[in-house]
């Protein structure tokens, strides 16, 4: 539903007669969109999915936060360095002097020793599986000493991206499986929770943050906001101060309205149709482990008319099999690459060319081909309801594809479904995105490594249940060196199998959008200041460095 004006002058004053009487006049509050909500249930857990998403990065602090838009450049938190042993089995950080918690309990080596214990005795707690990455942990003074089960010159970036929290408090929660943590005590700049309703959340200074003299923000200031749609009527008001929205046509709905609207949108990350090698319907099945359809679905697919139409142009075209794209065309092998764009090249003449040399024809003359074997093809492809670029994407795939005579349909449901029919494996196809790094091993990882086909952590991206032991050996092995010609080598490989097999449909290389409002506050990182990854979206932990660059205005 859309909230209207009456209803969020009520939410407003609800929140103010929730806070201290002296709140608004003493504090300072930025206003963030930091995921959407249907409701807002309290859980500050950093370890469980359903937690608020200002819990990590703000209530407890990462050791390192790596720059990825600056080729992962480390940038020291809670930890003053860290280093690794020649033959990258063996990390080391040491924990930074004069650290405390919120409640005033000092920070210490034995914080981060306790944390790792937690995830490997707890392993519904440890999403990314890091437990298998560690042999031991022991601590030398304030050095905290990974020895790693191999050898792994990325293991740094993703130690850091596990919360630690304090032990004097956490020893004593019987099942942290299900801790809401409703009161955290962290270690971060923003701990203490001052309002909370299912609308509305301000989460204020952290007394004891060890880092307080560079923070001039008082207060993040969440509201609830259920999807897109809720987003866009708050922001073109002016309401919210740090966004990332699909705004349709940015400049005329959110830049004319407010001299102070503003926005940058740097390259992002790849999107994809994504197909279901185990779909449970038989036509669909027949249809999709089968190559030359698989191909010529791609082709059918006009991506520039996408991104001119569902993004507003805010978008550059994808057609590396392997999902590259430009941002990461480094790592491309050139004749790979040109050796398999034909067949991620808009054609539907050449579409509907292979689909017939395949032995794909309509057999009942509804205009829609069936299998070789004459099996019904009745495609659904999902997206996330109230992601109006993902569905708008979704239905002109939906017009595409029925021109070239597959029979195909739009499906939306809340995320929750969407994600869990994926987990299932009991979708057909659906639009998705993928995660974002310095080289090309997040995306490829999380997309295409079997081991992401197991379990709920990762829902969206490696669930076409395509595998290929190759293929996960060589992402297994692309971080044992950290010699980059080396890891070019791999690269290369990697790309081959990912393209030669067509797994996914690559659709186009996105933006981060992301909206500041400059009314309350300056020193927003933007085109003329690209200092990070702009997004206020949990899973960015440079957003907390961004923070630290923001002063309220006078």
């Given at each position: ?30 206003t963030i ?70 409640d005033?309990?000092p ?58 929290v304090?032990?004097?408090i ?9 801790f ?7 270690s971060?700049?923003f ?20 880092d ?14 259920a999807n ?8 073109i008001?002016?309401e919210?101060d ?8 940015v ?8 001299p ?37 679905l ?7 008319k ?30 790979i ?24 024809k ?21 997206s ?15 017009e ?10 739009a ?7 969407y994600?869990q ?29 079997s081991r ?20 996960d ?9 950290a ?69 309220p205005?006078?």
């Open positions: 539903m859309i909230i209207n004006k009456a209803h969020s002058l009520a939410l407003i004053t609800l929140a103010t007669l929730c806070a201290p009487t002296t709140f608004a006049a003493e504090k300072n509050q930025l969109v930091a995921d959407f909500y249907p409701t807002m249930i309290r859980n500050f857990n950093p370890y469980l999915a359903t937690n608020l998403r200002t819990t990590t990065d703000f209530i407890y602090e990462p050791l390192v936060v790596f720059n990825q838009m600056h080729g992962n450049k480390p940038v020291m938190r809670l930890a003053k360095n860290y280093y690794m042993s020649d033959d990258l089995k063996q990390v080391t950080f040491e924990i930074r002097d004069g650290v405390k918690w919120s005033g309990t920070f210490t080596a034995d914080d981060v020793v306790y944390s790792f214990q937690l995830i490997h005795d707890k392993p519904e707690l440890d999403p990314k599986s890091m437990d298998r990455w560690i042999k031991s942990i022991h601590q030398q003074d304030n050095k905290v000493i990974f020895e790693l089960t191999e050898a792994n010159s990325n293991l740094p970036f993703e130690i850091a991206s596990i919360p630690i304090p032990k004097h956490w020893k004593d929660i019987e099942k942290p499986e299900l809401t943590n409703e009161n955290p005590v962290g971060g700049p701990t203490e929770i001052d309002t909370f309703t299912p609308q509305l959340y301000v989460q204020c200074r952290n007394p004891n943050y060890w307080n003299d560079n923070l001039e923000v008082d207060c993040l200031r969440v509201p609830q906001i897109n749609d809720q987003l866009l009527n708050k922001i008001k002016s919210l740090w966004t990332s929205a699909f705004i349709p046509d400049d005329a709905l959110y830049v004319a309205r407010n102070n609207h503003k926005y940058w949108y740097p390259a992002a990350s790849t999107q994809s149709f994504m197909m279901n090698f185990k779909t449970p319907h038989p036509g669909n099945n027949e249809a999709i482990n089968n190559l030359d359809f698989r191909r010529a791609s082709m059918a697919i006009d991506r520039q996408i991104i001119d139409v569902a993004f507003y142009g805010n978008g550059i075209v994808n057609d590396y099999a392997s999902g590259l794209g430009k941002g990461l065309e480094f790592w491309a092998d050139k004749d690459y040109n050796q398999y764009k034909g067949f991620n090249t808009y054609n539907i003449d050449n579409a509907k060319a292979l689909l017939a040399k395949a032995g794909f309509d057999i009942d003359g509804d205009g829609y081909v069936e299998t070789p074997t004459g099996k019904k093809i009745e495609i659904a492809i999902q996330p309801t109230g992601w109006t670029d993902f569905n708008n994407t979704v239905q002109l795939g939906v595409q594809l029925q021109i070239a005579g597959i029979d195909v349909k499906k939306t449901s809340d995320f929750a479904v994600n029919a994926m987990t299932n494996g009991t979708y057909d196809m659906a639009y998705t995105n993928y995660f974002n790094g310095a080289d090309p091993y997040r995306y490829w990882n999380s997309a295409y490594h992401y086909q197991e379990g709920t952590s990762m829902p969206r991206f490696a669930m076409h249940f395509f595998k290929n032991a190759d293929l050996q060589l992402l297994d092995n692309f971080y044992k060196t010699n980059q010609d080396e890891q070019m080598v791999i690269a290369h490989k990697i790309q081959k199998i990912i393209a030669e097999n067509q797994i996914t449909i690559p659709v186009m290389s996105g933006v981060d959008v992301y909206q500041f409002n400059e009314s309350r506050y300056t020193g927003w990182w933007s085109t003329e200041n690209p200092k990070g990854r702009p997004l206020a979206w949990a899973g960015v932990p440079e957003r907390l460095l961004h923070v630290l660059d923001l002063k205005k006078a």
